[in-house]
C-alpha cells in the first residue's frame, strides 16, 4: 500500500534587481525590470512552472517593493502558475493591508496567490514605516498573529502590543482559497523552524550561505514541534531557495553568473561586514555540496536530488529550478530547460514521499 | 490666434458594488466582480476611453479595498487607459505605501497610474487602521503633504503629528510620470477646493447629491486659490463623478437602472439617516438639471452640455460617460455607446478652452 504522493514543485523568485550589469554598465530603469518580470511569469506559466515569487525591498538597486501589485499584473494571463511574495516583510507591514492586498490577487488570479512571511533580510523598511529594530521578533509574531486571524474569519477583534487595536470589525475582499496559503521564510534559525512548525504552516528555507546540509536538522525541528503541536504530518509543505542559473555547459552557466553574483555579495556583503565574495566561494557554492544551482541541467537537477537525500531522512524533499539573467536575451534558458526538468523530476516523485511543495531558486543576476 | 486645446476625457469609476441583484436576488462573488473589472478596463482601453478608476473601500458589499492591485491586473494588457483610484482613502492610508503601489503600477503600465486622493466617504478605514474619527481633517493634511514629498523627490526626512518620522530615506521603486499624477476628491465642501487649487493638484468633483450647479463656485473658489497661490490656470485640471446609466431608451435606462440605484442609496441612507431614496429622487435626478447621466446617449450628452455650460464662465468643462449594470450581459452598452459619445465630444472640444481633463461616473448599478 502507498501512500498518496504529491509531485514536487519548480518556481523561480526574485528580487527584481535593478542593479548596473557590472560588466557593461549597463541598467535598466525600474519600470522596465518589473515588466519583464511580468513577461517573465507569463512564460514561466506557459513552459509549466508551479510558482513564481517577488521579494519586498525599499532598497534603490530592487524594483520590489509592492509584489501583490506587479504579481497582479500576471494574474489574467497566466493561469496555473501560483504567485507568492518572497518575501513580504511582515514585521514592518500591516497585517490587514497584507492580507487584502493578497486575497485581492487571489480573486484576480482565481485562487493562485501566496504570502511567504518572513521578518526581513534587509531593514530598511523599519525605520521607513515607523518600527523600531529592538522589536524585530515580536513584531513578527504579533504581525503573523494578526495575519492569522484575519485569515481564518471575516470578522476580527484585535488587541496587541504593536498594532492599533479594533473590534469586531469585517475584512475584504476575502480570499478564494481556504485558507490563503501563508508561508514562513526562514534564513535558517531554529526559532523560525519551531514556529513554523508549531502553527502547522509550510516552510520555505532560503539557502543562500552556508551548506544545505546545515537545513536537515531545522526541517527535524519543524516537524518535530508540529507533531507536537498536533497538525498532520503529512500536509506539511517544505520549499528551499537557492541562488542559481542555468546555461548549456558548467563552464558558461558560470562565467555569465559570476559577475551579476560577484556584485550582488560583495554590495551586500560590505554593507553587512562580510569577507568578500570571491570567485573561490562562487565555485565552492557551485560544487555538489555547495548551495548554488549554477550549472547545467543535469548538474542542477543531480543536485537537486542531492538535497533531496539530506533531507529524505525525515521524509522531506525537495529542489530548485534555473533562473536566467535578463542581461540575456530574456526567457531561451528558461523556456528550453524548465520542461525537461519538470519531466524528469515528474518522474522520480513517488521516491520521495510525502513530497512536498518546493521550488524557488533566486534570480538575482543583474537586470 | 487660438490657444492650445486638451481634449475633454471620458471614463469609468467604480466601486465594485457586489450587492445581490435586488430584482432577482442574485450576487457574485468578490472575487468574480473584480475579475469582471479587469475585463471592462481592457474592454475601456479598445473603445477609446480614456480613464478608469476603482475605489477603495472597507466593506462586505465592495470588492475593492486594494484599488492598485486590481488596476494593475489590466496593466498589461491596455494600452492607453488611465488607471486611476477613484478614491484611495488617503487619511488612513500610509502615504509611503500609497505611492509604492501607484508608482508600480505607473512602472507597469508604462506612464498611465493615477492616485485620486480623498478623506473617504466611508468610515470603516479608520477603525481597522487606527486612526481616529477625530483627526479626519489634520489626517487627510499630513498624510496629502507626505505624499507630495515622496512625489517630489527620491529621498525624504518627515516629521509629523499623526506618521511616524523618518530621514533621509530612499523610497522605491520611482514613477515613470514626473510628477505621478495626485487629484483630490472632493464631495463639495470649499476646503477641498481651496486646498486643491492652493496646492495647484487637480480636483475631481463627485456630484452624486442635490444639484450640479452648486459646484460652480467651488470651481471659481478652486482657480482662485490656484490663482492666489501662482499656479498656471490653464493647467489646471477638473473632472466630475457622476451616477448613470445608459440603455437604448431613456425608459429602459432608468427601468434597468433604478432597482440597484434604490436599494444602494437606502443602504446608505439607512447608514447615515437620510429620507428615504424614491422614484421621484431618481426622476428628479435624471431631469436635466438633475445629477445622473442615466438615460440615452444623446440624453447624457446634452446633460454633459449643460454641466459644462454652467462651468464654462469660469473656464472649465467637464462631462460623464455611461456605466453598464453587470447583471445584464456585461459590454455591451459600454462598446456600442463609447466610441460615439467619444466622436461627439472631441467634435465639441475647442469649444471649452482651455478644456480640462474630465470623466468619470460611477458604475455603482448592483454587481
Redesign the interface.
Known amino acids: 500500500m502507498t501512500q498518496p504522493t504529491k509531485r514536487m514543485e519548480l518556481g523561480i523568485s526574485t528580487f527584481l534587481d535593478a542593479s548596473p550589469d557590472p560588466v557593461t554598465g549597463e541598467a535598466i530603469?525600474?519600470?522596465?525590470r518589473?515588466?519583464r518580470a511580468?513577461e517573465e511569469i507569463v512564460l514561466a506559466d506557459q513552459v509549466g512552472l508551479d510558482v513564481y515569487g517577488i521579494g519586498e525591498?525599499?532598497?534603490?538597486n530592487?524594483?520590489?517593493?509592492?509584489p501583490?501589485?506587479?504579481l497582479?499584473?500576471?494574474?489574467?494571463?497566466t493561469k496555473h502558475i501560483r504567485l507568492s511574495s518572497a518575501v513580504t516583510v511582515l514585521s514592518s507591514a500591516?497585517p490587514?493591508?497584507v492580507y487584502?492586498?493578497f486575497a485581492?490577487?487571489?480573486?484576480?488570479s482565481?485562487g493562485r496567490a501566496e504570502i511567504m512571511a518572513g521578518r526581513g533580510s534587509f531593514i530598511?523598511s523599519f525605520?521607513?514605516?515607523?518600527?523600531s529594530l529592538e522589536d524585530y521578533d515580536e513584531l513578527f509574531e504579533e504581525h503573523l498573529e494578526l495575519l492569522l486571524a484575519v485569515r481564518a474569519s471575516?470578522k476580527v477583534s484585535w488587541r496587541g502590543g504593536h498594532?492599533?487595536?479594533?473590534?469586531n470589525?469585517?475584512?475584504?475582499?476575502?480570499a478564494?482559497q481556504e485558507p490563503l496559503p501563508v508561508w514562513i521564510a526562514s534564513g535558517g534559525t531554529p526559532e523560525s523552524a519551531v514556529r513554523a512548525g508549531t502553527l502547522g504552516l509550510p516552510i520555505t528555507f532560503a539557502i543562500i550561505g552556508g551548506m544545505p546540509e546545515r537545513f536537515a536538522p531545522l526541517v527535524s525541528l519543524y516537524k518535530e514541534a508540529a507533531a507536537r503541536a498536533g497538525h498532520d504530518p503529512s500536509k506539511l509543505q517544505i520549499a528551499s531557495h537557492s541562488h542559481g542559473f542555468i546555461s548549456d555547459t558548467n563552464e558558461q552557466a558560470a562565467e555569465l553568473y559570476y559577475p551579476s553574483t560577484h556584485a550582488a555579495m560583495n554590495k551586500i556583503g560590505r554593507e553587512r561586514g562580510w569577507p568578500p565574495y570571491t570567485r573561490e566561494s562562487f565555485d565552492g557554492a557551485r560544487s555538489l555540496r555547495g548551495r548554488s544551482m549554477s550549472g547545467i541541467r543535469n548538474m542542477s537537477q543531480r543536485k537537486s536530488f542531492f538535497y533531496a537525500r539530506i533531507l529524505v531522512w525525515i521524509g522531506s524533499s525537495y529542489m530548485s529550478m534555473s533562473a536566467h539573467c535578463l542581461t540575456e536575451k530574456p526567457f531561451v534558458p528558461l523556456s528550453t530547460s524548465a520542461p525537461r526538468l519538470r519531466r524528469s523530476y515528474t518522474r522520480k516523485l513517488p521516491v520521495w514521499r510525502p513530497t512536498n511543495r518546493s521550488s524557488f531558486i533566486y534570480n538575482d543576476c543583474a537586470q
Do not use: C, K
Open positions: 530603469s525600474h519600470a522596465e518589473m515588466r511580468v525591498h525599499h532598497r534603490a530592487y524594483a520590489a517593493s509592492s501583490a501589485v506587479i497582479a499584473a500576471a494574474a489574467s494571463t500591516d490587514v493591508r487584502q492586498d485581492t490577487l487571489d480573486g484576480l482565481n530598511e525605520p521607513l514605516f515607523g518600527y471575516e498594532r492599533p487595536a479594533f473590534d470589525l469585517g475584512i475584504y475582499p476575502r478564494v
